[in-house]
C-alpha cells in the first residue's frame, strides 16, 4: 500500500515562510521518485517541484523558481517543500505524489498521491 502523508500547511500572511514535508513509507521513499503539486479551488492540480535519488538535480515550476526549495531527508523518510516570500497566489491545497520517472512535471504520470495539505496565504 502506497502511503504519502503531507504536513505543515497553515495561514501565513504574504511574504512569509512555510515547510511543507511529505512522509513517505520505506517502500516508496526507496522505489519511486516523489514530487510536489498544488491545486488552488476551480483550477487543475499543477506541478510545483521535483526531486531525484540523491537530491543533485531538482526541478521547479515558474512559479515556484527561486522562492521555494525542494529537499530529501533520507533519515526521516521526507520530502521537504521550503516555500519563501509567499504570495497570495500560492493559496493552495499542497500535495506530495510518487511516481516511477525522475523529475517529470506531467500530473498523469504520478499514480500515488497524499490527502493534501492546506496553504492560504493572506494579503
Known amino acids: 500500500q502506497v502511503q504519502l502523508s503531507e504536513s505543515g500547511g497553515r495561514s501565513v500572511q504574504a511574504g512569509g515562510s512555510l515547510r511543507l514535508s511529505c512522509a513517505a513509507s520505506?517502500?516508496?521513499?526507496?522505489?519511486?521518485?516523489i514530487s510536489w503539486f498544488r491545486q488552488s479551488p476551480g483550477k487543475d492540480r499543477e506541478f510545483v517541484a521535483a526531486i531525484d535519488w540523491v537530491g543533485a538535480s531538482t526541478y521547479y515550476s515558474t512559479s515556484a523558481s527561486g522562492r521555494f526549495t525542494i529537499s530529501r531527508e533520507d533519515t526521516k523518510n521526507t520530502i521537504d517543500l521550503q516555500m519563501n516570500n509567499l504570495k497570495p497566489e500560492d493559496t493552495a491545497v499542497y500535495y506530495c505524489a510518487a511516481t516511477r520517472y525522475s523529475l517529470v512535471a506531467e500530473v498523469p504520470k504520478y499514480p500515488y498521491w497524499g490527502q493534501g495539505t492546506q496553504v492560504t496565504v493572506s494579503s
Open positions: 520505506e517502500r516508496i521513499f526507496s522505489r519511486y521518485y
